[in-house]
């Protein structure tokens, strides 16, 4: 097995996570989907920190898609300022437990007080190593292999690529997860059984995983479970094991 692919037995290198669920969380508790939300902030700190000891070494969750500018403009700008808080509050826990942070997705449409931050977040993590944390705000996985291939052209067009040269692993190094290896892993919380333009590329060979439960009562004995029945799974790659 090449070494870029996770054999399931040693448990998931990689875990991606669609958080879903806040709103429906906060509808339950007849609350403000907003309500949902910050419980689901308090979830991710948690999850992260269960990372080092179930040796998931890299994490990517979801935490604003490029259809979610659709909701209301009131829910769009309280989850744009629970980011910026969440970055605020977080960001020296997370440089003392060892997590370095990167964020993808396009920073085109955010607002430049909240893209200073993320800067500010990866550069000062940037030597961490524990845990590798990837956050995807405003991202879609339609956008990010549009925008690779924009940048790819480009270079094409510049002269210091032939088209000849393109192949899978020369568009992965467009792509704004270039320095992450695939998912292993994706874990969608809320019941919905759909990728919703997560990580499209990146998971051809990802295992999935549906849970019931809400983001914001995902718990890091859920999460614990949920990795141990991905080591009853067997990875063929498109391959035959013996
Ligand atoms: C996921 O929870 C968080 C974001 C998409 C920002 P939702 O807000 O989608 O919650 P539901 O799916 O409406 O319950
Ligand atoms: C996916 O959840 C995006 C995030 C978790 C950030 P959505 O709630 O936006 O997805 P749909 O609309 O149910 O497909
Ligand atoms: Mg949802």
Redesign the pocket.
Known sequence: MPEDQNDSKTGPNHVAII???????A?QRGRP?LF??HA?ARRVREIVAACPDQGVKYLTIF???TE?WKRTQSEVSG?MTLFRKYIENEAKALLKNGVRVRFIGDRIRLDDKLVSLMDELELLTADSDLVHLTVAINYGGRDEVTRAAQRLAHEVEQGRLSYKDVDAETLSGFLDTHVLPDPDLVIRT?G?ARISNFLLWQSAYAEYEFIDT??PDFTAKEFANVLANYGNRERRFGGVNA
Do not use: C, P
């Open positions: 958080m879903d669920g806040n709103g429906r969380w509808q989907r949902g939300h689901g935490a604003f898609s979610n989850l809320s919905e809400l983001w």
